[in-house]
């Protein structure tokens, strides 16, 4: 995790010392001004955008279809095929209409944002689920583990009483007093 982290801020480091020389994404010069007029930055894009734009939605597409198929086999429920649905929304609504980082809020904005909880409120319910159903697997080991202390109690005791009956020092010992006297 941390080695994951290292990596992205050196990437992001890279990018923003190396941001003059990095290929253009789009020919408009400010985005922001463009949104307040409702110009759609779509003719300015460059293939630099589509291909490196193409590769998160492709994963998010393929996140949602991995998703929507074990739905049904996963004991998740439907939160997470609703989190993939709404990232890749948000992945295809950020592609056709990209933002910068301004005070512009767009609707990919939003969809990231309920992206987000929809995984935070689903992670709650997941990690409910995993500790109920642990704590059920707790209470019956609990009460196997009761009723294995109780059968050693009985083979202690069958044992102890077989070994009684079967050891020939405890017959003559009881029995040698009273049949000797009596014969005498």
Request: glycine share 6%; hydrophobic share 55%; with cysteine.
């Amino acid at each position: 995790m941390i080695i994951v982290l290292a990596v992205f801020g050196g990437l992001g480091t890279v990018a923003a010392v190396l941001s003059d020389s990095l290929p253009a994404l789009a020919h408009i010069p400010n985005l922001e001004a463009a949104a307040t007029r409702g110009d759609t930055p779509l003719p300015g894009l460059t293939p630099w955008h589509w291909a490196l734009s193409s590769v998160p939605l492709a994963l998010a597409i393929t996140a949602a279809g991995g998703a929507a198929r074990h739905r049904r086999v996963l004991p998740m429920g439907s939160w997470l095929l609703v989190a993939m649905v709404l990232l890749a929304g948000s992945q295809l609504h950020g592609i056709f209409w990209p933002s910068i980082y301004s005070p512009v809020l767009t609707t990919a904005d939003l969809l990231r944002l309920a992206f987000a909880a929809v995984v935070a409120v689903g992670g709650v319910v997941e990690l409910r689920r995993i500790a109920a159903e642990r704590a059920a697997l707790l209470a019956v080991e609990q009460e196997n583990s009761q009723r294995l202390r109780e059968l050693a109690v009985l083979k202690a005791d069958f044992t102890a009483m077989v070994a009684h009956e079967l050891d020939p020092h405890s017959r003559r010992s009881a029995a040698s007093p009273t049949c000797w006297d009596l014969r005498a």
